[in-house]
């Protein structure tokens, strides 16, 4: 079924007019009288629809009620350094299908792309944009906050308010990630209600860089081999959310 993102008080109507970009990309798909699609508000809310007509000239008539999914009651941050070209775009894709609830990308010392204050707000926007066409291929009903690129400095007040891991090279090696997991639950239960990842950029952390977060968060092992850094950004999100899902999912 084809997915369209559309502001939320479209859903309401029974015979919605689309926006002019989700109206041109269902008339690319060219869709059948009678074809099924879903409107969707990347905040948790969708409704099916009906196209009538067909091809390029169509009407949407409804099909079901409004429905809406409850966001996960434990959020995933993911802090990533930000990475060359594609590979940061894939990390954005990527951490939108696996479910993060926010991504915060970090411009560090050792961090090979350099965004100016000037250029935030541009960059934000084409981000989101992924982010919104990655939700509507996977079938996720939430789009994830994706904020403006931050300074390192400026990540740290964020990640205090999560509870963070963090992964890092460290003497003695730190544990892997799924261990720390499983003794946290054991120690806190279901206090926590804020997690959040931490990777690095190409040329890792800064010494001072990892002592200021090692103070703050937690650093684990991503495994036995060394990652690229958009790899273990999926890694690190991939096994948390994963264990948040067992833990914590309504059975």
């Known amino acids: 079924m084809h997915r369209l ?23 690319v798909l ?19 629809f009906s196209v009538a007509g067909g091809g390029k000239d169509f009407r949407l008539a409804a099909l079901s009620p409004v429905c809406a999914a409850p966001r996960a009651s434990r ?27 926010c991504i ?10 350099r965004i100016g204050l000037g250029e935030r707000e541009a960059k934000r926007a084409r981000w989101i944009r992924i982010a919104e066409d990655a939700a509507r291929q996977s ?9 403006e690129p931050v300074s390192f400095a400026e990540s740290l007040p964020l990640v205090r308010e999560t509870t963070c891991f963090v992964g890092a090279l460290t003497n003695p090696p730190p ?40 103070d703050i968060a937690t650093p684990v092992s991503f495994g036995s081999t060394i990652l690229r850094a958009e790899t273990a950004a999926i890694y690190g999100v991939s096994v948390l959310k994963s264990f948040l899902d067992a833990a914590y999912s309504t059975p």
């Open 139 to 147: 079938d996720a009903k939430w789009i994830p906050e994706v904020h």
């Open 5 to 27: 993102l559309v502001p939320s008080e479209q859903l309401a109507s029974d015979s919605p007019v689309l926006p002019k970009e989700a109206a041109n990309h269902l008339k």
């Open 75 to 101: 959020s995933l941050t993911l802090f990533a350094c930000v990475t060359k070209g594609s590979r940061w775009d894939w990390t954005i894709e990527k951490a939108t299908e696996l479910g993060v609830t």
């Open 175 to 214: 544990r892997p990630i799924l261990k720390e997991l499983r003794d946290m639950r054991q120690a806190d239960g279901d206090a926590t209600d804020s997690f959040s990842i931490y990777v690095g950029p190409e040329g890792d952390f800064s010494p001072e860089e990892l002592a200021a977060l090692i």
């Open 30 to 48: 060219r869709p059948k009288d009678g074809e099924e699609i879903e409107l969707f508000d990347g905040s948790g809310k969708s409704r099916r």
């Open 104 to 113: 915060v990308p970090v411009i560090s010392a050792r961090t090979i792309v």
